[in-house]
């Protein structure tokens, strides 16, 4: 783990500014491999569900989309512990015509939250 990686991973707002979070994720989405970075933004996901950082979690978001190649990591976050922004981004896969990710249907993975049944009964991958 590097020193970005830390630092998007371990990020805590002070005083509910997430601006400096912002420079962290340009760096990521900058650098020669911004993948290296996408498990520590989804700890961050994982550790805030219920955020979107202020909008600073859009950007990680859009650079993901951009990118590419976080889709299993995503229905693994998913799984373990939704959050506001693993929904969105489940859902805008959906809404972008993709229905699965691997051999999971996106379709039952929304299903399956609406019902409150819980993820880790569902053996998905």
């Given at each position: 783990m590097?020193?970005?990686?830390y630092?998007?991973?371990?990020?805590a707002?002070?005083?509910?500014?997430?601006?400096?979070?912002?420079?962290?994720?340009?760096?990521?989405f900058?650098?020669?491999?911004?993948?290296k970075?996408y498990n520590?933004i989804?700890?961050l996901?994982?550790?805030?569900?219920?955020?979107?950082?202020?909008?600073?979690?859009?950007?990680?978001?859009?650079?993901?989309?951009?990118?590419?190649?976080?889709?299993?990591?995503?229905?693994?976050y998913?799984?373990?512990?939704?959050?506001h922004?693993?929904?969105t981004?489940?859902?805008?896969i959906?809404?972008?015509?993709?229905t699965?990710?691997?051999k999971v249907?996106?379709?039952?993975?929304?299903s399956?939250?609406?019902?409150?049944?819980?993820l880790?009964?569902h053996?998905?991958?």
């Open positions: 590097n020193k970005l990686d630092a998007i991973r371990e990020f707002p002070i005083n509910g500014d997430w601006l400096p979070l912002e420079g962290l994720i340009e760096q990521a900058t650098s020669d491999d911004p993948k970075y520590a989804f700890n996901f994982e550790r805030y569900p219920e955020e979107d950082g202020s909008g600073v979690f859009w950007s990680a978001l859009h650079g993901m989309e951009a990118v590419g190649g976080y889709e299993e990591l995503l229905l693994m998913f799984c373990r512990r939704p959050s922004m693993t929904r981004m489940l859902r805008r959906y809404n972008s015509g993709q699965h990710i691997g249907a996106i379709a039952t993975l929304i399956i939250e609406k019902d409150a049944t819980p880790s009964s053996k998905t991958f």
